[in-house]
């Protein structure tokens, strides 16, 4: 299992290469196919195609349990059925969804409420659209990562676009002001972003190194850049920027509930914390370079080249890993995974959970928990043995699940949803409580997953002579007669 760095630089000179199709590899009359570029697949579609319900998580249950809009089995999406896609993007809490292509282009669908698709517009999309600006003439993106209601492109460059909502800070554009709300009979004072949100991808305010990694929460945002620093921006209600505080205040002389402020220019995470588990005393850390980050819905983590793994944010479940349910402002080191087998290699953070890489076999760990219905909770990590036999490859979280690709090309779930067809397990079984394979994709070759509120992106291997027939396993879903207009 490489690093994540080693990977992105793989993206990067990849990115860099010329087109391998056409001029070489072609024998007389081009009987000889040129090589495929291994790295890049096809994509299956499955999930609700509800966008306009699918940020309403009550609305989308009342009115589309049902619908025939359903994917439950994994499909083509007939615009992309011929393209090869190099990335897809997740986030737990988006209803939106972005895939890259071999070219680097950009491609969004989805709900488009607040312009996240980055299309100019709010117009939602059934139907994936290539994003204007990215691709070989304009940025060749290498990693996109999906927010609630925004996202986060990385150009091959190492900038930054961003789009979608920006209320609190989140695309790091404009800066924090107050305004007077009205809020019922009272005037508020309320903090909020001078540019209310993008509907075009657009580069951030940040004039830092390189960045080599994005990663977004539900309200907020991080990078990580190439001299192995941490960026913060965006909302803080649960202290998930690591800045020491949760930018709490009083929006009206007689409003006890808090309102909290965001941050609109990118944050340097500077200091990490060791914390006493019987005082609750911090004490501070020496601060290495970091080698992987991932952002939760409301909380993070990061992980430095000696294998540490430090944790903020939203605490309820235990998902920190830090041994209690409070929220913490601060960068803190996972003590208890103080020994031998506990050194880390990446990290990835779901809505609940954390999930850590270690550098041995079998050492994955989780802390929070899958489902907070059904399932304990881990207050520190401990060995996690759910996500399948092989080696984790790739992991995308639903709200209350996970899909993890080993490997071996094979893919294990487990969802406690509300399923609309995520699951790619067939109309008669939504929710999947125990974790198991997923059948559909049993004989394809899956080589990444992307997750989003209520879908999954599977992205099947192409190049071999074996998959060529499995391709033909799948159908192509083609809404074009039901695309939204308004």
Not at 261 to 269: Q, R
Request: proline fraction near 3%.
């Amino acid at each position: 299992f490489t690093s994540t760095r080693d990977t992105n630089l793989r993206i990067m000179e990849a990115a860099k290469r010329p087109a391998e199709n056409g001029a070489n590899g072609d024998s007389e009359n081009g009987a000889k196919k040129s090589k495929l570029d291994p790295e890049c697949g096809r994509l299956l579609f499955c999930g609700t195609t509800e966008w306009h319900n699918a940020l309403k998580p009550g609305k989308l249950k009342e009115d589309s349990y049902h619908s025939k809009n359903n994917i439950h089995e994994p499909m083509f999406l007939e615009p992309l059925k011929d393209v090869r896609i190099r990335h897809v993007a997740s986030g737990s809490d988006a209803a939106h969804a972005v895939v890259v292509d071999e070219s680097g282009m950009a491609w969004s669908w989805g709900n488009n409420e607040h312009g996240q698709l980055g299309h100019g517009d709010t117009r939602n999309r059934r139907l994936p659209t290539p994003i204007k600006g990215t691709g070989p003439d304009g940025h060749i993106i290498v990693m996109v990562s999906l927010g609630g209601r925004h996202m986060l492109l990385l150009t091959s460059q190492g900038q930054v676009l961003a789009c979608g909502d920006n209320s609190d800070g989140q695309c790091a554009q404009g800066e924090m002001k107050t305004k007077n709300i009205a809020v019922g009979k009272v005037n508020e004072e309320v903090e909020t972003c001078s540019i209310a949100g993008l509907k075009e991808p657009t580069l951030i305010n940040y004039t830092g190194p390189p960045v080599i990694k994005v990663s977004c929460g539900k309200e907020f945002s991080m990078m990580l850049d190439l001299d192995g620093c941490v960026w913060t921006f965006g909302s803080q209600e649960c202290g998930q920027l690591g800045t020491g505080t949760d930018g709490s205040y009083n929006s009206a002389n007689s409003k006890v509930k808090m309102r909290n402020a965001g941050i609109s220019e990118p944050f340097k995470v500077s200091r990490v914390y060791e914390r006493d588990n019987r005082s609750k005393k911090t004490k501070i850390m020496q601060m290495m370079k970091i080698r992987s980050i991932s952002a939760g819905t409301n909380h993070a983590a990061m992980v430095d080249e000696m294998g540490k793994v430090f944790a903020w944010g939203a605490g309820s479940f235990g998902r920190t890993g830090l041994g209690d349910t409070m929220d913490t402002h601060t960068p803190i080191w996972m003590q208890s995974l103080d020994h031998p087998r506990g050194k880390i290699e990446s990290v990835e953070c779901g809505h609940m959970i954390t999930v850590l890489y270690g550098k041995t076999v079998g050492s994955t760990f989780m802390a929070g928990c899958v489902d907070n219905i059904r399932k304990e909770a881990n207050m520190t990590p401990k060995q996690f043995f759910d996500l399948g036999d092989s080696v984790i490859q790739d992991l995308g979280f639903w709200k209350k699940g996970f899909s993890a690709v080993g490997e071996d090309g094979k893919v294990t779930i487990s969802n406690n949803g509300p399923c609309y067809g995520e699951c790619a397990n067939g109309e008669r079984f939504r929710t999947q409580g125990v974790p198991k394979k997923v059948k559909e994709l049993d004989y394809a070759h899956v080589m990444m997953v992307g997750t989003g509120a209520n879908y999954a992106l599977y992205v099947i291997r192409d190049s071999e002579e074996e998959d060529q027939e499995e391709l033909e396993e799948y159908d192509v879903l083609d809404q074009t007669a039901i695309e939204y207009t308004e």
